[in-house]
């Protein structure tokens, strides 16, 4: 009998975006592989992979442990029906709950530590409930990997994990054979796209206002935004706000989509003045092909680009540090911008390949299961 797989995240979007490919080794390998996952997408792309689908209802806004302990109780329900023989969380719900869970019904786990997202950021008192949470959680898990080296050394330094649990993956990596372009790169016009979740913490407000400055210099350069509006997420921004910049003629709005692909082939510059990653996805499929990046100098961020030589680092937090990037991106020639995506691919290609991902997560099961 085949072992039987589950992979435990907060929205079922993000778990094809970033992990099909992982998944798919995986089935290929034998395994049955079982995505639990609020259902915010569609799901073809599983069934195209022989992976089956658990929908469960997660608000991944709420902040009450109280109201959320019942996703603990659902999730145990699961486990112990399916009889899993592994299983892997992801992101700070899933982790926190889903480890109560396995823990409950006698499944060995490891969580993946994606990126501190609006809990870390923020301080008060939901910054150190969501510590709580990790170090109890993390105590039950088999694992804890990270995404990046400052998590990991930042969850070390408050005890939030024991250091013999730890492994740094770096990053989930990106499909490089997938994510090439076909498209020679131009400044003609000049495009900056933003691609993501359009978060108030991605830094979309200093890319607004970065573009609105830069325009008064370069009327012609377009300022484009893609990915999902009204995200279930504390510090999304409303379609409303969005509605207003498109109005003031400041950015264009492209809407969402499932593949980023044409989009960044089309586009000069990635952008992204994230407050902190895990290791974003985005920049790394936009180095792979060949496109320069401006993106803030935090963790998750700061691993993809090499300053001065496949794009530029601005400050977290200052438009004005994002707006002297884009002002030097737009000084350079075609050329100098070619020779930063070439400089970019050859980055990810030695240090991102998704095959490496895909044998970290098969020689830890074949280790397990040995």
Same mark, same amino acid.
């Given at each position: 009998m085949n072992k039987k797989i589950a992979f435990v995240g907060n929205s079922l979007q993000t778990m094809c975006n970033f992990r099909i490919g992982v998944m798919e080794a995986l089935v290929q390998c034998g395994y049955e592989v079982v995505v639990i996952a609020p259902k915010d997408s569609d799901i073809t792309l599983l069934k195209q992979a022989q992976i089956r689908l658990i929908p469960i209802e997660m608000d991944c806004k709420g902040m009450n442990p109280f109201v959320d302990s019942q996703l603990a $109780?659902?999730?145990?329900?699961?486990?112990?029906?399916?009889?899993?023989?592994?299983?892997?969380?992801?992101?700070?719900? &899933? *982790?926190? =709950?889903?480890? /109560?869970?396995?823990? !409950?019904?006698?499944? &060995?786990?490891? #969580?993946?530590?994606?990126g501190l997202g609006f809990t870390f950021i923020r301080k008060g008192w939901i910054n150190r409930l969501a510590k709580?949470?990790? !170090?109890?959680?993390? =105590?039950?898990?088999?694992?804890? /990997?990270?995404?990046?080296?400052e998590d990991k050394t930042l969850f070390l330094e408050q005890n939030l994990v024991s250091t013999f649990k730890t492994r740094l993956i770096n990053g989930e990596g990106v499909d490089v054979m997938k994510y090439q372009s076909t498209k020679q790169l131009t400044n003609t016009p000049?495009?900056?796209?933003?691609?993501? !979740?359009?978060? /108030?913490?991605?830094?979309?407000?200093?890319?607004?206002e970065a573009a609105r400055v830069v325009k008064k210099q370069?009327?012609?350069?377009q300022f484009l935004v893609l990915g999902q509006l009204g995200a279930n997420?504390?510090?999304? %921004?409303? $379609?409303?706000? @969005?509605?207003?910049?498109?109005?003031?003629?400041? *950015?264009?709005?492209?809407?969402e989509t499932s593949n980023v692909l044409p989009y960044i082939e089309q586009s000069t510059c990635i952008v992204l003045p994230s407050y902190r990653e895990g290791l974003s996805r985005v920049l790394l499929e936009a180095a792979s092909m060949k496109r320069p990046?401006?993106?803030?100098? %935090? &963790?998750? +961020?700061?691993?993809?680009?090499?300053?001065?030589k496949t794009?530029?680092? +601005?400050? %977290?937090?200052?438009?004005? #540090?994002?707006?002297?990037? @884009? @002002?030097? @991106?737009?000084?350079? #020639?075609?050329?100098?911008? $070619?020779s930063f995506g070439e400089a970019g691919r050859e980055h990810v290609l030695k240090n991102f390949d998704e095959k490496r991902t895909i044998n970290i997560y098969k020689h830890k099961l074949q280790e397990f299961f040995s």
């Amino acid at each position: 009998m085949n072992k039987k797989i589950a992979f435990v995240g907060n929205s079922l979007q993000t778990m094809c975006n970033f992990r099909i490919g992982v998944m798919e080794a995986l089935v290929q390998c034998g395994y049955e592989v079982v995505v639990i996952a609020p259902k915010d997408s569609d799901i073809t792309l599983l069934k195209q992979a022989q992976i089956r689908l658990i929908p469960i209802e997660m608000d991944c806004k709420g902040m009450n442990p109280f109201v959320d302990s019942q996703l603990a $109780i659902n999730l145990k329900k699961i486990y112990k029906k399916e009889k899993f023989d592994f299983v892997f969380h992801f992101t700070i719900k &899933p *982790i926190v =709950y889903g480890s /109560w869970a396995a823990r !409950r019904a006698k499944v &060995p786990q490891i #969580s993946v530590v994606t990126g501190l997202g609006f809990t870390f950021i923020r301080k008060g008192w939901i910054n150190r409930l969501a510590k709580c949470l990790y !170090r109890f959680a993390l =105590y039950t898990a088999n694992e804890v /990997w990270f995404l990046n080296q400052e998590d990991k050394t930042l969850f070390l330094e408050q005890n939030l994990v024991s250091t013999f649990k730890t492994r740094l993956i770096n990053g989930e990596g990106v499909d490089v054979m997938k994510y090439q372009s076909t498209k020679q790169l131009t400044n003609t016009p000049f495009t900056f796209l933003f691609v993501g !979740r359009v978060l /108030w913490d991605k830094g979309i407000g200093e890319f607004v206002e970065a573009a609105r400055v830069v325009k008064k210099q370069h009327p012609k350069v377009q300022f484009l935004v893609l990915g999902q509006l009204g995200a279930n997420n504390p510090t999304c %921004v409303s $379609i409303e706000q @969005m509605e207003q910049w498109e109005k003031n003629h400041t *950015i264009k709005y492209l809407g969402e989509t499932s593949n980023v692909l044409p989009y960044i082939e089309q586009s000069t510059c990635i952008v992204l003045p994230s407050y902190r990653e895990g290791l974003s996805r985005v920049l790394l499929e936009a180095a792979s092909m060949k496109r320069p990046i401006i993106a803030s100098n %935090v &963790p998750g +961020c700061r691993e993809i680009v090499v300053e001065g030589k496949t794009g530029f680092l +601005c400050d %977290v937090r200052d438009t004005n #540090s994002l707006i002297a990037c @884009m @002002m030097h @991106m737009l000084s350079l #020639s075609e050329e100098e911008l $070619i020779s930063f995506g070439e400089a970019g691919r050859e980055h990810v290609l030695k240090n991102f390949d998704e095959k490496r991902t895909i044998n970290i997560y098969k020689h830890k099961l074949q280790e397990f299961f040995s």
